[in-house]
């Protein structure tokens, strides 16, 4: 153990003094090479894993994540959201005299990546050195998160807050002849408050129960007073090709906007009109919910897209939403940089707009996973369904907690809001930051009444790209992202 510890001082020595002039890690590289005997090699890979692994791995210089693997092994591949999961495409490299390969990438300071390691060809197995995984479709992914990547907080569960109920049934659908396992959420007001609420319908929705933790969410957005109660529907599919994107898509929308909602309106308190329902879906569950809001309209008002895959059928819904008149329907989508169908996206976005549609956006460097879609659902919602106080006898609610919301438009040229609640009077501090740390400006600097505030922040003057702004209130701190557009 002394001998290790020694090394590991030696080591850090080094690669302290060398570090400045370039990353950590090929000054450990450089170093390694640079020794004469394999023992010292070995004795100098022990001492950096000890250090690597304290530091976390993928271990991380500036914007170069630096993967590593230990073992006795033939060949060493990443296959994730970076690379399409190819199980060939990226190769590590075996460094001289040790049993230590290693692969170098460049990504986004803010990237958030699902990711396996592939021994020998065909080995499919969970980084054994990175403890942080992130769930999806088919199971646990190792997960790469950047320095200036922020982990979602509201689908943390989350003690003492207000928190809804989960009730469930069968639906049975005459048209397709088709049963559906239902899931329903009821805001924790529902019970006493004898009113109306507006409605959340979501495909795939076990996976958004169990993968986004869309309750947790939904808990805290409406504890937090970030969007007002709703009701949510998840309908889990029978046959999810066939129904979403398949040759059933038509009676399946069908099923669902005719026959599910009428029985949900039957039994729950909900508002009935079009712009208070919501219809929101990812991947192909996105293409069937631009198929159901485009064919009813009258039914659903807005649409909400994660990652909407729209190539089914040669692109069916994308062309016949962009090729015919504008409908009364708003939409806000969610895409990840490392999935193939991005540009589509930016393109249905800027052809959406140029129609007049309310278009709200975000695009983050990120694949095709429940990573990306947990973490924004909240955009989602708070798009569509923002808090606004209600009024008891002529007076005002005031907030039960501070919380900041997502700024709106964003992304935005060149002028955006951030509304923010306070439970009590107090100081409040809202800053603006550049994506390395740097403060831009001030927004708000003063004691402010409880209640419910906003300010707009103008950004002519500033670059395009991403930002943070950071609410300080009694200690407390909350930060968001926000995006300018030129």
């Not at 947790?216 to 970030?226: A, F, P, R």
């Not at 009676?251 to 029985?263: G, N, Q, W």
Request: hydrophobic share 35%.
């Amino acid at each position: 153990m002394r001998d290790l510890l020694k090394n590991l001082l030696i080591l850090l020595i080094f690669i302290t003094g060398a570090a400045n002039a370039q990353g950590r890690f090929q000054s450990f590289l450089e170093h390694v090479v640079s020794l004469t005997s394999n023992d010292a090699r070995v004795a100098a890979v022990d001492s950096f894993m000890v250090y690597a692994q304290g530091e976390g791995i993928p271990f991380i210089d500036n914007d170069t994540a630096n993967y590593l693997y230990r073992g006795n092994v033939s060949t060493v591949h990443l296959a994730g959201d970076m690379n399409g999961w190819s199980a060939t495409g990226d190769k590590f490299s075996r460094l001289i005299g040790t049993n230590l390969f290693f692969l170098r990438k460049e990504y986004e300071m803010n990237a958030r990546l699902d990711y396996k390691i592939v021994i020998n060809g065909g080995n499919w197995i969970l980084d054994p050195l990175n403890p942080n995984t992130c769930s999806g479709g088919y199971g646990p992914n190792s997960e790469l998160a950047m320095p200036e990547y922020v982990q979602p907080d509201e689908i943390n569960y989350k003690q003492g807050i207000d928190y809804g109920s989960m009730e469930s049934f069968v639906f049975d659908g005459t048209t397709l002849n088709r049963n559906y396992n239902v899931n329903v959420y009821l805001p924790n007001s529902y019970l006493s408050s004898g009113m109306d609420y507006p409605t959340v319908y979501f495909q795939d929705g076990g996976d958004y129960v169990n993968l986004a933790y869309v309750k947790n969410i939904l808990d805290n957005l409406i504890y937090e007073n970030k969007i007002n109660p709703v009701i949510a529907v998840f309908v889990t599919p029978t046959n999810r090709n066939d129904e979403y994107a398949g040759d059933n898509r038509f009676l399946y929308a069908e099923t669902f906007a005719t026959e599910l909602v009428p029985e949900i309106d039957s039994i729950y308190r909900t508002i009935k009109s079009p712009a208070s329902r919501l219809v929101m879906g990812d991947s192909f569950g996105g293409n069937i919910s631009a198929i159901i809001s485009w064919e009813y309209p009258e039914i659903f008002a807005n649409c909400g897209l994660h990652s909407g895959a729209f190539w089914p059928n040669n692109y069916e819904i994308y062309n016949t939403i962009i090729s015919n008149d504008k409908k009364d329907i708003k939409y806000y989508s969610v895409w990840g940089t490392y999935e193939g169908l991005f540009t589509n996206m930016r393109s249905f976005r800027q052809q959406l707009i140029s129609k007049g549609y309310e278009f709200g956006w975000n695009e983050y460097p990120e694949g095709h996973s429940w990573g990306l879609w947990r973490a924004t659902t909240d955009e989602i919602l708070e798009y569509f369904f923002p808090y606004s106080p209600t009024s008891v006898e002529g007076e005002t609610v005031v907030p039960n907690t501070f919380a900041i919301k997502q700024n709106y438009p964003n992304p935005f040229n060149p002028a955006t809001v951030i509304s923010y609640s306070l439970p009590e009077a107090g100081s409040v501090d809202i800053s603006v930051y550049s994506i390395l740390g740097e403060k831009v400006f001030t927004a708000v600097n003063a004691y402010k009444d409880a209640g419910n505030h906003s300010v707009s922040v103008n950004m002519g003057d500033y670059n395009s790209g991403v930002y943070i702004y950071r609410a300080t209130f009694n200690n407390e701190v909350q930060m968001k992202k926000m995006i300018l557009i030129k």
